[in-house]
């Protein structure tokens, strides 16, 4: 899926420091055109649901990559219409029961 490469791209760029590189601005594409819901309550950069195009699944499990998880507000498929760190924190517990159970 062509979110799963950008995100992947990203990470790569951003760990060997290729600023200026083809897979940075891939990263910058994201930064620039992601809803975020405002500066202060950012989310849904790594959008989760049923579909093949949700970056990660209901278990937070990210599509395409083995053993990785996100855990953060980036989840989120939509701001909500509550408080994003109390609902952060409850990803955060959501995900280790996860682990949990393997
Ligand atoms: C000014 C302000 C006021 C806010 N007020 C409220 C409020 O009143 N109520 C509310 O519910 N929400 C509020 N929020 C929003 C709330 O803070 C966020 O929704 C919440 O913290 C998101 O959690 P997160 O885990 O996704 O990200 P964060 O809390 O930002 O956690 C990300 C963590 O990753 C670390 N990190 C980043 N890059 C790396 C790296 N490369 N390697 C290792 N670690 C890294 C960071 O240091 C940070 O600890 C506010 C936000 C801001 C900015």
Redesign the pocket.
């Known amino acids: 899926m062509m979110i799963q490469r950008i995100i992947a791209a990203a990470l790569v760029a951003?760990t060997l420091g290729l600023a200026g590189h083809a897979y940075a601005q891939d990263a910058d594409y994201v930064l620039n055109t992601a809803s975020t819901g405002g500066?202060?309550?950012?989310?849904g950069t790594a959008a989760m649901g049923p579909r093949d195009v949700n970056v990660v699944d209901p278990q937070l499990r990210v599509r395409g990559i083995n053993s990785l998880r996100v855990a953060?507000?980036?989840i989120m498929p939509t701001i909500v219409n509550?408080?994003?760190?109390?609902?952060?924190m409850v990803i955060?517990k959501r995900c280790a029961d996860f682990l949990a159970r393997g």
């Open positions: 951003a500066t202060y309550h950012p989310v953060d507000a980036s509550a408080n994003t760190q109390a609902i952060s955060g």
